[in-house]
């Protein structure tokens, strides 16, 4: 669309579209792949292939999503998923998965696969119901960092959480989505980053909105 076609009422919706296609594409995986690359490094003993591994794999998390059927409305329509529309999304680990298994590196892709597993709420993991251990260290970490990120910057069905909130939310999934042995340590690792973690969201639209780019549209009902 030209820029002289536009109404001054099209041109927020227009940068509110480009900033969230921003996020999708380039502002949360970094976001998350440094987050869960520290932690890990740090708290873990992950070896340095493991963390690249990690990394890597923290990078194209959600890079399946472009496969899903619908993506684009789903992703910027600003609504809760329809039962359908989250039956196609729940999908998008395993073409992550398929990538990536297609490239030769099968230890990153089953970190893709396994990054929407729940510890011990099979209900809700996918695609495969794993449950605890079986479900591999690298993804409890991504699964965290993941959550911590669409918690604090980017939510597109849900409000916006500080950062003590979504502590007190990594908390109470404690033993249920997360790892138990993982979530203190993760929690003090998020209160010993603060700072990095507010400078990695300058780049989010949580500050684009906060520069008063305006809060997206309510849903309909
Ligand atoms: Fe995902
Ligand atoms: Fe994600």
Request: contains cysteine; hydrophobic residues 40%.
């Given at each position: 669309m030209?820029?002289?076609?536009?109404t001054?009422?099209e041109i927020?919706r227009?940068?509110?579209?480009?900033?969230?296609a921003?996020?999708?594409?380039y502002?949360h995986?970094?976001?998350v792949?440094?987050?869960?690359?520290i932690?890990a490094a740090e708290?873990?003993?992950?070896?340095?292939?493991?963390l690249?591994?990690?990394?890597?794999a923290?990078?194209?998390?959600?890079?399946?999503?472009?496969?899903?059927d619908?993506?684009?409305k789903?992703t910027?329509?600003?609504?809760?998923?329809?039962?359908e529309?989250k039956?196609?999304?729940?999908?998008?680990p395993?073409?992550?998965?398929?990538?990536?298994?297609?490239?030769g590196?099968?230890k990153?892709?089953e970190?893709?696969l396994e990054?929407?597993?729940?510890?011990?709420d099979?209900?809700?993991?996918?695609?495969r119901k794993?449950?605890?251990?079986a479900i591999?260290l690298?993804?409890?970490i991504?699964?965290?960092a993941?959550?911590?990120d669409v918690m604090?910057?980017?939510?597109?069905?849900?409000h916006?959480?500080?950062i003590?909130?979504?502590?007190?939310e990594i908390?109470?999934e404690?033993?249920?989505q997360?790892?138990?042995?993982?979530?203190?340590?993760f929690?003090?690792?998020v209160e010993k980053?603060r700072l990095?973690?507010?400078?990695?969201l300058?780049?989010?639209?949580?500050a684009?909105?906060?520069?008063?780019l305006?809060?997206p549209?309510?849903?309909?009902n």
């Amino acid at each position: 669309m030209e820029e002289s076609t536009l109404t001054s009422g099209e041109i927020p919706r227009q940068l509110s579209f480009a900033e969230k296609a921003r996020a999708l594409l380039y502002s949360h995986p970094p976001r998350v792949a440094i987050l869960a690359t520290i932690f890990a490094a740090e708290q873990t003993d992950l070896k340095k292939r493991e963390l690249i591994r990690l990394f890597v794999a923290s990078l194209f998390h959600d890079a399946g999503k472009i496969c899903v059927d619908g993506i684009l409305k789903m992703t910027f329509n600003d609504c809760k998923l329809s039962p359908e529309d989250k039956i196609k999304m729940d999908t998008h680990p395993i073409y992550g998965h398929k990538f990536f298994t297609w490239l030769g590196l099968p230890k990153i892709a089953e970190i893709i696969l396994e990054h929407h597993e729940r510890w011990n709420d099979r209900d809700h993991g996918y695609p495969r119901k794993l449950k605890g251990e079986a479900i591999s260290l690298s993804a409890r970490i991504l699964a965290m960092a993941d959550a911590l990120d669409v918690m604090i910057a980017w939510r597109p069905y849900n409000h916006l959480k500080n950062i003590d909130e979504a502590i007190a939310e990594i908390h109470d999934e404690s033993g249920k989505q997360f790892d138990p042995g993982l979530v203190e340590p993760f929690c003090e690792f998020v209160e010993k980053h603060r700072l990095l973690i507010r400078f990695l969201l300058l780049n989010s639209p949580r500050a684009k909105s906060e520069r008063n780019l305006g809060e997206p549209e309510p849903c309909p009902n």
